[in-house]
């Protein structure tokens, strides 16, 4: 069964920086896009960052453009966020997801159970 | 940017009850629109992808339709397990790929 562990979340001062990973397994890591999601607490969800299956592209949400990095190993079936110039409005739990289909179409078929992130001082 | 403007923003029904979910897009997005299921201290759960097409595994009162900019979600019979924050969420093209502001369902 898909499984998606993510860890590396905890609490940083504004400025700081955090790498958080998503351990996957269960199907083919190496064929699917994946994502990063994240909802401010009593919030509601805000895509962040998406990596292709190859990491050959990547984008990001405007909120977080310069500042975090998605990045992926195939070999470890692991995804990573790093978050620098952390910003208090960055408080939230991470999710990472995994795309539906190999080919085209952004549906989030399966989810970790987050990391929560705080930033503050 | 393409915004989604989801209504209600909560609901109370009681169990049995129809229920149903709106949602609007700032653009035409054809069918590319998917419902969400969270509950509370939960990751979200797929329910419907492509605006109509029911995820492996989920009850049958779940439904979606609808094209263009407007879509709709129903549970059919509202169960006590369904009281969550239920989420539309597109796909068009290019990023960002952007949610509804959230449906949270109690039961009355």
């Known amino acids: 069964q898909v499984q998606l562990v993510e860890s590396g979340g905890g609490v940083v001062q504004p400025g700081g920086s955090l790498r958080l990973s998503c351990a996957a397994s269960?199907?083919?890591?190496?064929?699917?896009?994946m994502h990063w999601v994240r909802q401010a607490p009593g919030k509601g969800l805000e895509w962040v960052a998406f990596?292709?299956?190859?990491?050959?592209?990547?984008y990001y949400a405007d909120s977080v453009k310069g500042r975090f990095t998605i990045s992926r190993d195939n070999s470890k079936n692991t995804l990573y966020l790093q978050m620098n110039s952390l910003r208090a409005e960055d408080t939230a739990v991470y999710y990472c997801?995994?795309?539906?289909?190999?080919?085209?179409?952004?549906?989030?078929?399966?989810w970790g159970q987050g990391t929560l992130v705080t930033v503050s001082s | 940017d393409i915004q989604m403007t989801q209504s209600p923003s909560s609901l109370s029904a009681s169990v049995g009850d129809r229920v149903t979910i709106t949602c609007q897009a700032s653009?035409?997005?054809?069918?590319?629109l998917n419902w969400y299921q969270q509950k509370p201290g939960k990751a979200p759960k797929l329910l419907i992808y492509?605006?109509?097409n029911l995820e492996t595994g989920v009850p049958s009162r779940f439904s979606g339709s609808g094209s263009g900019t407007d879509f709709t979600f129903t549970i059919s019979s509202l169960q006590p397990e369904d009281i969550a924050t239920y989420y539309c969420?597109?796909?068009?093209?290019?990023?960002?790929?952007?949610f509804g502001q959230g449906t949270k369902v109690e039961i009355k």
């Open positions: 997801a995994k795309d539906l289909r190999v080919v085209r179409g952004v549906i989030f078929h399966y």
């Open positions: 269960g199907f083919t890591f190496s064929s699917y896009g």
């Open positions: 990596i292709r299956y190859d990491g050959s592209n990547k």
């Open positions: 653009q035409d997005i054809s069918n590319y």
């Open positions: 492509d605006a109509s």
């Open positions: 969420q597109q796909y068009d093209n290019l990023p960002p790929w952007t």
